[in-house]
């Protein structure tokens, strides 16, 4: 039998099949995948580097890739091989024995396989080895003379080999069946060996495995495809209880749904004449059951989102049931706090008192209260009077955790960061029997609390301090409401405080926010040209389009910042105007100025422009929600560390080189969106009424507690009104299983 050349020549590419040996770097994100690995080709090892849109998946060490591209020699990196195409293979009867060889010997489902019994299977099959592993028995293996390999190896050998084809068959399962390809690796990793039974049982399976980015369009997608490969009827009931998998990540993903009433579904079945019996969820009548009927709430939901609600509920439960703080801290303790802030006359009011005390004595304690009610007050004191304790002190919050620190004078943490690290912490046993504050909680969505209960060890004590006033958070859930709707004695809710400068329109206007009951007279407030010094103004325009609205403000801006020197934080609901005011303030900005730039794919960064990390740096541990500077512009590419870095940025003092694909994490941050600023504060700031549907009364109320000095209102007067004088704050996300706090 022949067999094929590991190296072959296409027009002006090479083409190589090898077997990954070591990954250097990889990278997964909404890009898709890129990475750089070793490939091991006969006797040769060749770094591969992969970028975006060349390969689909994150190669394993073990498996045989092709790759074609070309050899290419970098200054820093040497030798390299860049591809434009990659793609994972499983071995057939025309792959060459060299890469079948490392195959059995990188591949980790060939257990205790070294190169002395790969090299031995070689000689004694040669190019039959493929054949031969595809037909023997373990018992005819063994018998073998020349190769000598005990039957418990042999057997080893091939159950790994039939594992391998099993994954083989998932491949040609999904070509034959005209199944994204995408899929394929995410589907091997969740059904496991017998993928292929289960999705023939049932072909809906593929769904949740899916990105649901686009429930409905992907769902309606992959329905064509299911219906006409697996003969599916419309009248199907896995097809009808897919459909409602699509309907509830739609409400999770647009709205932050936990659950839907029942009601609800049943209206969407209907709009899609699909008829099912939601009632026979929980019957098991459905196999690979999905979803799941909450009859106390009258609710559907997934059936992971359900044990999520319920694992909250469990472990919420086992942290208050001693009713004990696990802390070194007494009542001398307290007292000591309590009478330094008496020495500086600070006088806590009764609730106040309450929720300091509560803090320092209940293994769970939560802090509700608008702005100017004291919470920051009393996080501060429950810091003091545990920094003598011994006792290790995590302040966490949702985003960015400079602001914390500047606060309390103990750094903090975005609740992200800390997950990540609770591991290696728990290893070190740095949880245990520590304090955990929680700020700004009203922005952390269900699963963020789901994954901090469960890293956080029952010894340590948990203090919970959010506004119910503010935004509900970007991800799923409410899970803040949801604790303050028990009722519990473990929530204190602070009363506000009222500012004693009655002059002050903006602190009038925080004062009556924080009292749904109180109606504020927009009258009151001056109207704005473009400049002001007022504390509290509004530019009147009924201009709506995003266009005209983003060069009124882009303008405003300017001006501000040509007549006072002062920068003001432009705050938006729509992220497409947002957009169009940063890239209209720079061209303003910096309009016939030589002014050091640069641009990396579609966006241009200017010497001094403010920028915020839009997404996580894995590699510089920087989060999301960062804030900085850009501070110099390299007029050519510096090697720093071996990174080829284009542009610093100043950030919490500190310059940080950034790489292109470190600059991709960052946005231009004249103008964001309000959810991006729940736990950051600006002395100055432009609030544009662009989008009557996203902003509700929350969405103000955090614009304007974030704003301490001076605020100018871009919009409709009346409009700005209403919103200011609604009822209600909150915006209802629907659970399916209520929270209890039982003590």
Known sequence: ??????????????????????????????????????????????????????????????????????????????SQFKIGKGEKQHPTESTSLDVLVDFLVFNSVFV??????????????????????????????????????????????????????????????????????????????????????????????????????????NWRELDKIIRKQFNIKKSDSRRAASFVESVLYSAFNQHG?????????????????????????????????TLCFNEGTQTIQILGHQAIEVTINALLDKRIAESVSNINVGSEDIESTLSKLTAVDIELNAGQKRAFENALTKPLSIIEGCTKTGKSLIVSSVVDALLGSGENIWLISPSSGDEVEGLFGVVGEPIHSFLTKSKTRNKRDALSHSFVIVDEAQSVDTLSFYKLLKCLPLSANLCIVGDRRKLPPLGPG???????STGSDLITELEHQYDNDVTNGLSRLKAALS???????????????????????????????????????????????????????????????????????????????????????ESTFYESDPVVFSKKNSFLDISAGEAAIVHEIFHEPLIIRGRECLLSISMKGK???????????????????????????????IVVLDNTYLISKAWLYTAIVSTSKSMMVVGERDEFERKINASEFATHRHFGTPITLAI
């Open 478 to 484: 409410n899970i803040f409401q949801q604790l303050l």
């Open 655 to 685: 310059i940080i080189e950034l790489t292109e694909e470190d600059i991709a994490c960052l946005s231009v941050s004249y103008a964001i969106t309000a959810n991006k600023i729940q736990s950051r504060q600006f002395e100055n700031s």
């Open 1 to 78: 039998m022949m067999q094929a050349t590991s190296i072959r020549f296409i027009e002006n590419a090479i083409s190589l099949t090898g077997v990954v040996t070591h990954i250097v770097h990889s990278v997964r994100d909404n890009r898709g995948a890129s990475a750089i690995f070793q490939l091991k080709i006969a006797e040769q090892k060749i770094v591969v580097v992969a970028e975006f849109e060349t390969i689909n998946s994150i190669p394993s060490i073990g498996e045989i890739w092709c790759v074609t591209g070309e050899h290419l020699s970098d200054p820093t990196y040497g």
């Open 112 to 217: 205790g396989i070294s190169r002395h019994w790969a090299k031995k299977l070689a000689k004694a099959f040669d190019v039959n080895l493929y054949a031969v592993l595809d037909s023997i028995s373990a018992h005819e293996l063994a018998k073998h003379k020349e190769l000598k390999i005990s039957k418990t190896m042999a057997t080893r050998l091939l159950e790994g080999w039939e594992l391998v084809k099993r994954q083989s068959a998932l491949n040609d399962f999904f070509e034959e069946k005209g199944l994204p390809e995408e899929l394929i690796e995410t589907t091997r990793q969740v059904l496991g060996e017998c993928a292929v039974e289960h999705i023939k049982q049932n072909p809906y399976l593929l769904y949740p495995i899916m990105s649901v980015k686009s429930p409905n369009r």
């Open 515 to 601: 009292h749904p009951k109180d109606h504020f007279n927009v009258d009151s407030i001056p109207n704005a040209g473009f400049v002001s010094i007022e504390d509290i103004s509004i530019y009147g325009t009924s201009e709506k389009s995003h266009e005209a609205l983003s060069n009124i403000t882009s303008n405003i801006w300017l001006s501000l910042y040509d007549n006072l020197s002062t920068t003001y934080q432009v705050i938006c609901a729509n992220n497409l105007i947002c957009d169009r005011v940063n890239e209209q303030v720079q061209q303003l900005r910096y309009f016939r100025k030589k002014t050091p730039n640069l641009s990396v794919d």
């Open 257 to 289: 749904h936990m659950a839907l009433p029942v009601s609800d579904i049943e209206d969407a079945l209907i709009e899609a004449c699909i008829e099912f019996d939601l009632s026979g969820l929980n019957n098991g009548s459905l196999a690979y059951r």
